[in-house]
């Protein structure tokens, strides 16, 4: 039999080996900044177990932005408490940096809250001291981590500026509106120069307006600092402004989209994520397109894998 292989053909299929085999020796998630691997998260309610996280694949690199989108029980707020260090992983690997969330504990669950991640509440009254003014309020960290003085109002006031609120300094949280809130938080949530800051709706209560200075802000941190930036939001205006949008469904990673372009130019791909366990979920509408129940029949095809309703009954 004559071999119909091309050379181009050959050498493509040299390079996806020779590639696969440089990840699988250097591991899963070695360059990532947040790796979580087969995740889990299991509550107790009144005797009756809930898997809020269920074998969640998920990796971050240094300096990426990215918005985590899902419906309301999704998984979304466990897995940022997880990352946060408020809640542990009832099984699997959870990673940022090189703090591993499920061991770590005391002093180095402290040190990691304050040195390697911030976090922006969606309330804008969770995130600041009402008693202390802008300035004091970005502060507060940098005088838990033993900065002088002079060193941290420095930080402070260029923080403020940077993002746009250097006016504010002098205002108590009562004397700001809610995107001036938020953008505070932003500052002190960057003020000890953390390798990722976390947002849990950080626009979820404000106007389009104010919404979009936030966002801006959050943009602004990721460019000029190159922090890594996670959102968890309901707000397409943020989701559509993000280059990797992950959407979160029954408790894993379903799907993402990248955005190369945005504005007048946007170009977006959508894809399905294969997790580490070798599972697809479907998009709803494709399932509901082909009235796909029980079974699917799956094809393997030259570069695809097909996949049909199956409208025969079983034979025993």
Known sequence: MTDTKTPEAGLASLEREAASAARARAGYGADALILCDRLVRVYEADGVEVQALQGLDLLIRPGELTAIVGASGSGKSTLLNILSGLDRPTAGRARVADHDLLTMKGRERLRYRRETVGFIWQQTGRNLLPYLDAQENVEIPLRLAGVRRAERRKRARDLLELLGIGYCADRRPGQLSGGEQQRVAIGVALAN??????????????????????????????????????????????????????????????????????????????????????????????????????????????????????REEPTI
């Open 193 to 310: 120069r953390p390798k990722v800051v976390l947002a849990d709706e950080p626009t979820g209560e404000l106007d389009t307006a104010s919404a979009d200075t936030v966002f801006q802000a959050l943009r602004t941190a990721n460019e000029e600092l190159g922090v890594a930036v996670l959102v968890v939001t309901h707000d397409e205006l943020v989701s559509g402004q993000v280059p990797r949008t992950v959407q979160i469904r029954d408790g894993r990673t379903s799907s993402e989209v990248l955005r190369t372009e945005f504005g007048e130019l946007a170009a977006a791909q959508e894809y399905a994520l294969l997790d580490r366990a070798g599972r697809i979920q479907l998009p709803a509408e494709y399932i509901e397109a082909l009235d796909l129940r029980d079974r699917v029949r799956l094809g393997l095809e030259p570069e695809q894998i097909t996949v049909r309703a199956d």
